[in-house]
């Protein structure tokens, strides 16, 4: 089953914040962030693993709320460098890193001069 | 290491034909995946290999669509026949357990 992720679209002005939410109906061990540029493959963002873990990335960081089953990444004073598809991924309970990694539907970030 | 392998780039065929999709691993990953990415669905997993062996297909659309991996340097995905709904960007990915997943850069098929 597909994460489900939201907002699907967001059109920002460069400099303001925004927040792309993912949630899973199945118990996680794992959430994977992605950015995908118009045309190339998808990029590595960052990993999330069980525990209530956060981690940042320059000046996007992301937090993970296993017994909520969901995940949420944070763009702040966001860039034009930052438009493009986030992709959140996620990996079942069951498996402990060794499980098919499975995709949302993406959220279309449009950063606006 | 060159990264996820992928090839061809593009592909336009005609629908019946049968369609070869090729992909070279990282090497030393030994989880390998294929993924559809179309507007409508998103990056779908149709597939995902350990150690060569095939895990998880559940998400194959069709019979019609079959993969391998015969070693840990190459896999193959197929689609015989083709239909024009198969048209979309295929990506394959390779990681080790736990890590983070590298794609290639895909393969857009088009069925016309």
């Known amino acids: 089953q597909q994460p489900v992720q939201s907002p699907q679209a967001v059109i920002l002005r460069e400099g303001e914040d925004a927040v792309i939410n993912c949630s899973s109906s199945k118990a996680l061990y794992s959430v994977h962030w992605y950015r995908q540029k118009h045309g190339e493959a998808p990029v590595f963002l960052m990993i999330?693993?069980?525990?209530?873990e956060q981690k940042g990335h320059e000046k996007i960081s992301a937090s993970f709320n296993e017994k909520k089953q969901q995940s949420s990444l944070y763009l702040t004073a966001s860039q034009l460098s930052y438009s493009g598809t986030y992709f959140c991924?996620?990996?079942?309970?069951?498996?402990?890193?060794?499980?098919?990694?499975?995709f949302g539907k993406g959220t279309h970030l449009i950063i606006q001069p | 290491d060159a990264g996820v392998i992928q090839s061809p780039r593009h592909e336009v065929t005609e629908m019946g034909q049968e369609v070869t999709l090729r992909c070279k691993p990282i090497?030393?990953?030994?989880?390998l995946f294929w993924y559809r990415q179309t507007m409508m669905r998103g990056l779908e997993l149709l597939i995902y290999?350990?150690?060569?062996?095939?895990?998880?297909d559940s998400g194959m659309p069709e019979d019609r669509f079959s993969a391998k991996m015969p070693n840990a340097s190459f896999s193959t995905l197929k689609i015989q026949p083709s239909e024009p709904r198969d048209s979309a960007v295929y990506f394959c990915?390779?990681?080790?357990?736990?890590?983070?997943?590298?794609f290639g850069q895909g393969t857009r098929l088009t069925v016309v």
């Open positions: 090497s030393g990953h030994d989880y």
């Open positions: 999330l693993l069980k525990g209530g």
């Open positions: 290999f350990n150690n060569n062996v095939p895990i998880d």
């Open positions: 991924g996620t990996e079942k309970g069951s498996g402990g890193g060794a499980d098919g990694l499975t």
């Open positions: 990915a390779s990681r080790l357990r736990g890590g983070q997943a590298f």
